[in-house]
């Protein structure tokens, strides 16, 4: 009986039992809203009793709550397989070989819909039946290097990283992709950035926003395009690979210094910050945007500096925010506090007796903005000017994200105040740039009738 309802218990699987429309049965459900027609699928073991999961027409998961349905109808029954198809890889000579690190991302899975657990796809052949095209773009290799969230990815998940990519330069792949979790996919990207430098070949970091069951899912063109950036790009740096526009057109390749998570659910989140992409990317071309950029080369030779201090702290300035805020930081032992302030690098006097009592402790401040875009200018305002004399040091550009990443990792190295500066005002690969384009800020607000016209042309 337990088969014939898998994880539905009180109001929903009693109503299930009133109509005698089983998981995986194929039914129509008439309600309060109006008709759906799909197939019920099982619920997680820990979820409510409220509702009922179905698959409809369109692909699309919908929950209905019970209180809602006023009827239903079994018309078929075929229980569905998610297991995902394995195939051997194929070998082809002249293609360029790729290494896959997965780190517990969703890049290619599908769901156990009894735990509502997502289960990746990971070996070459589990990749190969899930996306058949990539076999047409290298030769591929896997291997698992943790089984983590994004939001668990952290200090040792980062040398590890590097480490791993170290050796698989010296073996001679021809491009590396790293499968993550898009929370925190930039934050791992700055910090390869400056643990792996002088790379002589592409590194690349992707992931999905919808997981592999949904129709709208980004998770296969994004595999094909990293794993086309990283067999066939001239482009040897440490990059984020994700959708463009909201639309399947193309992907962009970001550096992994300038790139940020905007938007908790589209395709297109990942953006460049304060400049321009690297390039477009498609199925059968790379275009690059930039014309400066680190060139792959036939070496093997590749810096691996896999150091990181977990004593540095960010702080996000709130107005009225108090003096013991930072006080706490400073008594935890933090070395490092990188302050995201508002507006040109502004605090409230509050915080002065704090910042104070951090530069006696020989404690490293640094300022960086939260408007993301635009340059700390400290000297502008007294404010800013009383700041910099008590010792915090504006980061010009430089994203707070990586501001973090990169004191975290120059404090595993040096605690010499005036080494530790230099390091840190002394660009490694664009986390500080002279000037930000002409078109590296751009946020079309919708509504204004030229956005308007400009939407409709190009959105599909």
Not at 134 to 140: Q, S, T, V
């Amino acid at each position: 009986m337990d088969d014939l309802f898998q994880g539905y218990k009180g109001e929903a699987l009693a109503l299930l039992k009133k109509y005698n429309v089983r998981v995986w049965g194929q039914a129509v459900v008439q309600t309060k809203r109006g008709p759906f027609e799909g197939t019920i699928l099982p619920r997680s073991e820990n979820d409510d009793d409220q509702h009922i999961v179905m698959k409809i027409i369109t692909g699309y998961n919908v929950g209905i709550d019970v209180d809602t349905v006023t009827d239903m109808k079994e018309t078929g029954y075929k229980k569905a397989n998610y297991a995902i198809p394995e195939k051997e890889f194929p070998y082809t000579d002249g293609l360029p070989k790729v290494k896959l690190f997965g780190t517990g991302g969703t890049i290619a899975s599908r769901l156990d819909y009894r735990t509502g657990a997502v289960i990746p796809a990971f070996s070459p052949g589990e990749l190969y039946g899930a996306v058949p095209e990539l076999a047409d773009i290298c030769n591929l290799e896997t291997e698992k290097v943790f089984a983590v969230f994004s939001e668990n990815m952290g200090p040792k998940q980062y040398i590890a990283l590097a480490k791993a990519i170290g050796k698989e330069i010296e073996r001679g792949v021809d491009g590396i992709v790293i499968g993550h979790g898009t929370d925190t996919l930039h934050h791992t990207a700055a910090a390869l950035t400056f643990m792996v430098q002088n790379s002589p070949i592409p590194i690349v970091l992707v992931g999905s926003q919808r997981s592999s069951d949904r129709p709208s899912s980004d998770a296969a063109l994004n595999l094909m395009h990293a794993m086309k950036a990283a067999g066939h790009s001239d482009i040897a740096e440490v990059m984020v690979c994700m959708f463009g526009p909201t639309s399947d057109d193309y992907g962009l390749l970001h550096k992994g210094t300038r790139v940020r998570k905007m938007h908790s659910s589209y395709r297109s989140t990942f953006r460049t910050i304060g400049d321009v992409p690297l390039a477009r990317i498609n199925r059968n071309e790379i275009l690059p945007i930039k014309t400066e950029y680190h060139h792959r080369r036939k070496d093997r030779e590749v810096k691996i500096l896999p150091f990181f201090s977990e004593k540095v702290a960010m702080l996000y300035f709130w107005p009225g925010m108090p003096s013991k805020v930072m006080d706490a930081l400073i008594d935890e032992g933090y070395e490092g506090i990188i302050i995201v302030g508002t507006g040109l690098g502004h605090v409230n006097k509050e915080l002065y007796p704090a910042i104070e009592r951090a530069q006696k402790k020989g404690i490293h401040v640094f300022m960086t903005l939260q408007t993301l875009w635009g340059y700390v200018h400290m000297f502008v305002y007294d404010t800013g000017r009383d700041l910099m004399a008590k010792g915090i040091i504006p980061l010009g550009n430089m994203l707070p994200e990586v501001a973090w990443v990169k004191l975290s990792w120059v404090l595993g190295q040096t605690n010499d105040p005036e080494k530790v500066k230099e390091m840190m005002l002394t660009p490694i690969n664009d986390e500080i740039t002279e000037r930000e384009p002409y078109n590296g800020y751009l946020i079309f607000q919708g509504g204004i009738p030229e956005v308007e016209d400009f939407i409709k042309k190009v959105h599909k």
